[in-house]
């Protein structure tokens, strides 16, 4: 199993849609988790942190579930502007370490007008 | 407030070439990362870098891979000899702290493309 899982895509989407990633992660140790966009021949920008509760900025609403060790990303009513590849991170604990970044490979999102 | 500089913005060698790349963190970070991304992948950590001392580079290809942070400030990587499966966007990111104390936010540079023929 792969550190971190994510659907590739792309996801083609209409304006005003409401869409969601999952992305799932192999060790149940991992403590911090967060997505990343990254535009078209750009650098990654932090988009949110997920935390256990859940947590919500404007349009997107981010979930943890360590039982099945998935997190998501909800976004609702799509703008062109949220084009782009979503990346989750996760903080990978091997046992006393302080953790390992890992990045999945990106789920790509297009809206279309 | 500036952000992370990297240069070259772009390079393009030969294989069996040498090539260093340049980081001036934001100011006041503590911590500096340098990654690696290939086309279609996300960014993959080679190294970490709190102050001038090694967090973690235990995916850093030291035959041909090296990074030094003499002052924790700046930071350079180099390869050498390149390969040709090193062409790839070298990123450059710096955070307050280290992101596995609680500092979510990394600031990534605007990267620089390497392409080894």
């Known amino acids: 199993r792969k550190e971190v899982e994510q659907d590739p895509g792309p996801f083609n989407v209409p304006e005003g849609a409401t869409v969601a990633f999952n992305c799932t992660y192999s060790?149940?140790?991992?403590?911090?988790f967060f997505w990343y966009r990254q535009d078209c021949r750009k650098e990654p920008k932090l988009l949110m942190s997920?935390?256990?509760s859940g947590n919500e900025d404007g349009r997107f609403t981010a979930q943890l579930n360590r039982a099945s060790q998935y997190i998501s990303l909800l976004i609702r009513d799509s703008k062109l502007s949220d084009s782009a590849t979503y990346l989750c991170?996760?903080?990978?604990?091997?046992?006393?370490?302080?953790?390992?970044?890992?990045f999945g490979k990106g789920t790509k999102l297009s809206v279309k007008p | 407030e500036a952000g992370v500089a990297q240069s070259p913005r772009y390079k393009i060698i030969e294989k069996r070439q040498s090539v260093a790349f340049w980081c001036n963190p934001i100011?006041?970070?503590?911590?500096l990362y340098w990654y690696q991304q290939i086309l279609g992948q996300g960014p993959k950590l080679l190294i970490q870098?709190?102050?001038?001392?090694?967090?973690?580079d235990s995916q850093l290809p030291k035959d041909r891979f090296s990074a030094e942070r003499l002052k924790g400030v700046d930071s350079t990587l180099k390869i050498q000899p390149a390969k040709l499966e090193d062409s790839a966007v070298y990123l450059c990111?710096?955070?307050?702290?280290?992101?596995?104390?609680?500092?979510?936010?990394?600031?990534f540079g605007p990267g620089t493309r390497l392409l080894v023929l």
């Open positions: 870098f709190q102050n001038n001392g090694v967090v973690d």
């Open positions: 990111a710096s955070s307050l702290d280290l992101i596995q104390r609680g500092q979510s936010t990394q600031y």
């Open positions: 997920v935390y256990s």
């Open positions: 060790n149940s140790a991992s403590q911090s």
């Open positions: 991170v996760v903080n990978m604990n091997y046992g006393g370490s302080q953790g390992n970044l890992i």
């Open positions: 100011s006041g970070h503590a911590t």
